[in-house]
């Protein structure tokens, strides 16, 4: 258990946030000087008050890193609550916390980024915990914060948040500390639409291990009290229901807004993946090689989470490997009529169990993980530039 106290892993989270950030921030501001913002229709859509142009001169390029797309929606929800249907897709635990803080351009980007770092603090640990291993720890945590979509935990989004709170429970999980498990969980229920698949996680390890309050052992324990902190999880998504209902007489309305009015629609399990590999050879035939290309490196990502997704269950416990495929399985599983895969790699991002995978797959193999870190990198500028300047990405 020292290792798991070690500032060590503190050092190391806190060189891959500023490094990573440093990404961010380096390709970001200059993008916006250099190149202003995309004149699309499409971003006259996503931003029909101007909220971003509030920043002032200066602000508008410091800030261009954080607040775009998505961030819009959680700034009004923040500061006028649920108005509209469309909102509903967004759940209400990250834009009410930087409603209730006020200033929420500036709370929710802070909030992302003392969330990313606390997350990935707790990501060192858990490795540590999990493989018992500083340098696989190490390797995790940064291939987590270089990976090109976590351009978003530094954004007004919930990406930070989520992997905190999904993390957090994980970590809670493997010291049998049900209660918190169960708390934090229902939080990350209330942050995304994802979040109540923890409890398939948590669950198995209730059930079957790992479990540090058994002298981490693993086998099948029977049930106690304390599993019933685990309904927490789905109680988190029920408030969401019953806020949905309160304000649009509808409580499924945070899920039907995906299909009503960004365009996702269930075609069959893991269809996305199916269609995202077609998709990127009707643009090449039309003639749009960036459609080709953006389409392509999207299905190369998305396919590969998956794959390692499977490929986890033979080097981590059960409970990683079912995590990672019920996270993937909604995006993956609802391709939008623009893309089948459009969005879906900022869903790849807080799957930490993939990035688990990946650091002790190449625990021997420190070229392939520098090449890797190297790749990472270099998408995470290309997205950076992309998002600062209101150009689609992820």
């Known amino acids: 258990m020292a290792a798991l106290r070690s500032p060590e892993g503190l050092r190391n989270a806190a060189w891959a946030l500023l490094a990573s950030r440093a990404v961010v921030w380096a390709v970001g501001v200059p993008a916006v000087l250099a190149l202003g913002t995309s004149s699309s229709g499409w971003r006259a859509r996503a931003d029909p008050t101007n909220i971003t142009g509030t920043l002032g001169g200066v602000g508008h390029v410091i800030g261009a890193p954080v607040m775009r797309w998505d961030s819009v929606y959680y700034v009004q929800v923040a500061q006028d609550g649920y108005t509209n249907a469309k909102q509903a897709g967004f759940f209400p635990l990250y834009p009410y916390v930087i409603g209730f803080l006020g200033a929420p351009i500036v709370t929710g980007a802070l909030l992302s980024l003392v969330a990313f770092a606390a997350a990935l603090v707790l990501f060192d640990r858990l490795t540590v915990l999990e493989t018992g291993d500083a340098l696989v720890a190490r390797r995790a945590v940064w291939l987590l914060a270089l990976f090109p979509a976590s351009l978003f935990f530094s954004a007004v989004y919930t990406e930070a948040l989520f992997l905190l709170l999904s993390v957090g429970s994980f970590y809670a999980a493997r010291q049998g500390r049900w209660s918190w498990a169960g708390v934090l969980g229902g939080a990350a229920a209330m942050t995304r639409n994802v979040g109540v698949m923890l409890l398939v996680p948590l669950v198995i390890l209730y059930l079957w291990g790992p479990r540090e309050d058994r002298s981490g052992r693993r086998g099948r324990f029977a049930l106690r009290a304390d599993a019933l902190w685990l309904l927490l999880v789905p109680a988190g998504c029920a408030l969401v229901a019953a806020l949905m209902w309160h304000k649009f007489d509808d409580p499924f309305t945070a899920w039907t807004s995906q299909e009503s009015y960004f365009g996702r629609e269930f075609k069959g399990p893991f269809s996305g993946v199916v269609l995202g590999a077609i998709k990127p050879f009707d643009d090449l035939a039309a003639g749009h090689l960036g459609g080709f290309v953006?389409?392509?490196?999207?299905?190369?990502?998305?396919?590969?989470?998956?794959?390692?997704?499977?490929?986890?269950?033979?080097?981590?416990?059960?409970?990683?490997?079912?995590?990672?495929?019920?996270?993937?399985?909604?995006?993956?599983?609802?391709?939008?009529?623009?893309?089948?895969?459009?969005?879906?790699?900022?869903?790849?991002?807080?799957?930490?169990?993939?990035?688990?995978?990946?650091?002790?797959?190449?625990?021997?193999?420190?070229?392939?993980?520098?090449?890797?870190?190297?790749?990472?990198?270099?998408?995470?500028?290309?997205?950076?530039?992309?998002?600062?300047?209101?150009?689609?990405?992820?």
Not at 308 to 315: L, T
Not at 362 to 374: D, E, I, M, T
């Open 294 to 394: 953006n389409k392509g490196a999207l299905f190369v990502v998305c396919a590969g989470a998956l794959g390692v997704a499977v490929a986890s269950f033979k080097r981590l416990p059960v409970a990683y490997g079912a995590y990672a495929i019920a996270a993937l399985a909604p995006a993956l599983s609802t391709p939008r009529d623009i893309g089948p895969l459009n969005g879906s790699i900022r869903y790849v991002a807080v799957v930490f169990p993939l990035f688990l995978w990946l650091a002790l797959a190449l625990q021997r193999r420190r070229r392939a993980y520098l090449a890797l870190c190297a790749i990472f990198t270099l998408g995470l500028a290309y997205c950076s530039v992309r998002f600062a300047t209101w150009r689609w990405v992820a």
